[in-house]
């Protein structure tokens, strides 16, 4: 959802998503509540999906916006410079309500802390 957000405000950016516990999902579509509440203020994500964050990635990116507990942290993160977290509620298991409220969540981070 952040990136999706992001691109818009600032699409002269190289914007990715990706996540640092994807595993086995990787290359699977993202989640269809996701889908759905973006949908509802104008972003198709219905082709997006789940990416795994490598340290190689990590290594040209400037900035990785994390929104997970800190002690799931990859070991090639750990006191990184670039790391910035965001207490985002895990919304696996949740309802449709839950997710909107999420997705309200990360559009205001990223209005308010990365679009300048």
Same mark, same amino acid.
């Given at each position: 959802m952040a990136a999706a957000f992001l691109k818009k405000i600032k699409p002269e950016l190289f914007v990715m998503d990706a996540g640092s516990q994807v595993g086995q999902r990787a $290359?699977? =579509? =993202?989640?269809?509540? #996701? =889908?759905? #509440?973006?949908?509802? #203020? $104008?972003?198709? /994500?219905? +082709?997006? %999906?789940? +990416?795994? /964050? %490598?340290?190689? /990635?990590? +290594? #040209?990116?400037? +900035? =990785?916006i994390v929104m997970d507990e800190k002690g799931n942290l990859p070991d090639y993160l750990l006191g990184s410079g670039k790391v910035t977290f965001w207490d985002i509620e895990d919304a696996a298991g949740t309802d449709l309500a839950f997710h909107r409220k999420i997705r309200d969540q990360i559009k205001n981070l990223v209005e308010n802390n990365l679009s300048s």
């Amino acid at each position: 959802m952040a990136a999706a957000f992001l691109k818009k405000i600032k699409p002269e950016l190289f914007v990715m998503d990706a996540g640092s516990q994807v595993g086995q999902r990787a $290359g699977t =579509i =993202i989640h269809e509540y #996701v =889908i759905d #509440v973006m949908r509802e #203020v $104008g972003f198709d /994500l219905s +082709k997006q %999906t789940r +990416k795994q /964050l %490598t340290p190689e /990635l990590a +290594k #040209v990116a400037n +900035k =990785i916006i994390v929104m997970d507990e800190k002690g799931n942290l990859p070991d090639y993160l750990l006191g990184s410079g670039k790391v910035t977290f965001w207490d985002i509620e895990d919304a696996a298991g949740t309802d449709l309500a839950f997710h909107r409220k999420i997705r309200d969540q990360i559009k205001n981070l990223v209005e308010n802390n990365l679009s300048s």
